[in-house]
């Protein structure tokens, strides 16, 4: 500021100089006569003071303008924010709520994989020993079979070996069936039953009196059920009309 004010100080003491020299040269084409005047250069003092305040009025001028330019930039770039913030709260809003529907999806199917797991390890408890109940059906086929096979008139006091064998016979086959039963594994025997294709299997259709059509009137091999499901079907004789 202090180097500013120096040098228009200057400019200002030579630009006055010159201009009273040609205010004097024109006085002297003027007068024609051979009159000699002595002229002084007249120099007109200006304060120092009023160029600088010149100056710091230009620099505050220039000032006031440079302040006011960036407050004006601001207010035209104020709503160019408040709309890209505004677009920019849109889409993440958008992608937020893409976001929770699929956290959602993704939680559903994971609840729903985990029941489908959880039933298929509970199914896997109960029906796991399907083939091995399968394979100890035959032994209680062949028990029954044998029990049934004894003449009831011989099984008498005076043949206690037969007596003996028939008795543990039966036994075995008791117990057997509660092993059956603890298990979930139950008899299906159903004479007399409506005729079920889901737990029955027709071997033939008989007339028969006193049974009602479409009705069991036979079984020739007893059924079972593990667990509420049909592990063999009952083999049974269905009742129709006579014809």
């Given at each position: 500021?202090?180097?500013?004010c120096?040098?228009?100080?200057?400019?200002?003491?030579?630009?006055?100089?010159?201009?009273?020299?040609?205010?004097?040269?024109?006085?002297?084409?003027?007068?024609?006569?051979?009159?000699?005047?002595?002229?002084?250069?007249?120099?007109?003092?200006?304060?120092?003071?009023?160029?600088?305040?010149?100056?710091?009025?230009?620099?505050?001028?220039?000032?006031?303008?440079?302040?006011?330019?960036?407050?004006?930039?601001?207010?035209?770039?104020?709503?160019?924010?408040?709309?890209?913030?505004?677009?920019?709260?849109?889409?993440?809003?958008?992608?937020?709520?893409?976001?929770?529907?699929?956290?959602?999806?993704?939680?559903?199917?994971?609840?729903?994989?985990?029941?489908?797991?959880?039933k298929?390890?509970?199914?896997?408890?109960?029906?796991?020993?399907?083939?091995?109940?399968?394979?100890?059906?035959?032994?209680?086929?062949?028990?029954?079979?044998?029990?049934?096979?004894?003449?009831?008139?011989?099984?008498?006091?005076?043949?206690?070996?037969?007596?003996?064998?028939?008795?543990?016979?039966?036994?075995?086959?008791?117990?057997?069936?509660k092993?059956?039963?603890k298990?979930?594994?139950?008899?299906?025997?159903?004479?007399?039953?409506?005729?079920?294709?889901?737990?029955?299997?027709?071997?033939?259709?008989?007339?028969?009196?006193?049974?009602?059509?479409?009705?069991?009137a036979?079984?020739?091999?007893?059924?079972?059920?593990?667990?509420?499901?049909?592990?063999?079907?009952?083999?049974?004789?269905?009742?129709?009309?006579?014809?």
């Amino acid at each position: 500021m202090a180097s500013w004010c120096v040098r228009s100080m200057r400019q200002s003491y030579c630009a006055v100089a010159v201009h009273l020299r040609s205010l004097s040269s024109r006085q002297k084409m003027v007068s024609k006569g051979p009159v000699l005047t002595n002229h002084k250069t007249a120099f007109v003092w200006v304060s120092p003071r009023l160029f600088c305040s010149v100056a710091q009025k230009k620099n505050s001028k220039s000032s006031s303008e440079e302040d006011q330019s960036p407050a004006l930039d601001e207010q035209k770039s104020e709503p160019a924010v408040e709309n890209s913030l505004a677009e920019e709260k849109a889409r993440l809003e958008e992608q937020l709520k893409e976001t929770m529907d699929k956290y959602k999806r993704a939680l559903a199917d994971t609840e729903n994989l985990r029941q489908r797991s959880q039933k298929l390890v509970e199914e896997a408890k109960l029906f796991g020993i399907q083939s091995f109940c399968k394979d100890l059906l035959e032994v209680a086929d062949i028990l029954e079979k044998a029990t049934e096979s004894v003449p009831k008139e011989e099984i008498k006091d005076q043949n206690p070996h037969l007596k003996n064998l028939y008795e543990g016979l039966i036994m075995t086959e008791t117990q057997m069936q509660k092993v059956f039963r603890k298990h979930g594994l139950v008899r299906i025997n159903p004479v007399g039953a409506k005729f079920d294709p889901y737990e029955h299997e027709a071997l033939f259709h008989t007339p028969m009196e006193g049974k009602e059509p479409g009705t069991v009137a036979l079984v020739t091999k007893i059924g079972y059920k593990l667990h509420g499901r049909t592990l063999r079907p009952a083999l049974v004789g269905v009742a129709k009309e006579a014809s």
